[in-house]
T-cell receptor, first 110, second 117 residues
Framework: GQNIDQPTEMTATEGAIVQINCTYQ??????LFWYQQHAGEAPTFLSYNVLDGLEEKGRFSSFLSRSKGYSYLLLKELQMKDSASYLCAVGGGGYQKVTFGIGTKLQVIP | GAVVSQHPSRVICKSGTSVKIECRSL??????MFWYRQFPKQSLMLMATSNEGSKATYEQGVEKDKFLINHASLTLSTLTVTSAHPEDSSFYICSARASLAGIYEQYFGPGTRLTVT
């Protein structure tokens, strides 16, 4: 089965950098995703990692280590609008199946 | 970009009634659609995977007779919550995967908030 762990809440200051960690255990691995979800809205896709290493996309970067079952999402130059939940999700354990973690609620403060 | 719509966005129904939620891929053909449920402060839980023209595959613990899924065309899947109860109140989200797409190409609808009174 799938097991995904990430912190439930984090607080960071506007303009700063924050790293959200995610560890996972999975039977079969087919990529790791990060999604952003604002309250009451559907998730929006941020990143996808299937190979080890860092993927950078503007202010957001995502890192994956498959041997350690570990990923992180790095947010730079934080803005107030970045306050949201960040969901770590793992593909695997079945064709096309994606399993979501509980999400990390990030609060950006002035 | 790919757009997925859901209708209705919000619905309130009385206990014991049935509610149908539609999920449409507006500008692409979706061979596979996924239905998720999200309770407050919890993660998205996959309920079922539906492939066009075949029966849906339900996750463990999801009652297939209560949550009826139909994927009759490449652009439409429906989820019917039958004999709804207050504990079925939740945020229901669908996602659609384009034909021959990679696993990451899932596009989410805006969600439907169901309240059962």
């Amino acid at each position: 089965g799938q097991n995904i762990d990430q912190p439930t809440e984090m607080t960071a200051t506007e303009g700063a950098i924050v790293q959200i960690n995610c560890t996972y255990q999975t039977s079969g691995f087919n990529g790791l995703f990060w999604y952003q979800q604002h309250a009451g809205e559907a998730p929006t896709f941020l990143s996808y990692n299937v190979l080890d290493g860092l993927e950078e996309k503007g202010r957001f970067s995502s890192f994956l280590s498959r041997s350690k079952g570990y990923s992180y999402l790095l947010l730079k130059e934080l803005q107030m609008k970045d306050s949201a939940s960040y969901l770590c999700a793992v593909g695997g354990g079945g064709y096309q199946k994606v399993t979501f973690g509980i999400g990390t609620k990030l609060q950006v403060i002035p | 970009g790919a757009v997925v719509s859901q209708h209705p966005s919000r619905v309130i129904c009385k206990s014991g009634t049935s509610v149908k939620i539609e999920c449409r891929s507006l500008d692409f053909q979706a061979t596979t659609m996924f239905w998720y449920r999200q309770f407050p402060k919890q993660s998205l839980m996959l309920m079922a995977t539906s492939n066009e023209g075949s029966k849906a595959t339900y996750e463990q613990g999801v009652e297939k007779d209560k949550f009826l899924i139909n994927h009759a065309s490449l652009t439409l899947s429906t989820l019917t919550v039958t004999s709804a109860h207050p504990e079925d109140s939740s945020f229901y989200i669908c996602s659609a995967r384009a034909s021959l797409a990679g696993i990451y190409e899932q596009y989410f609808g805006p969600g439907t908030r169901l309240t059962v009174t």
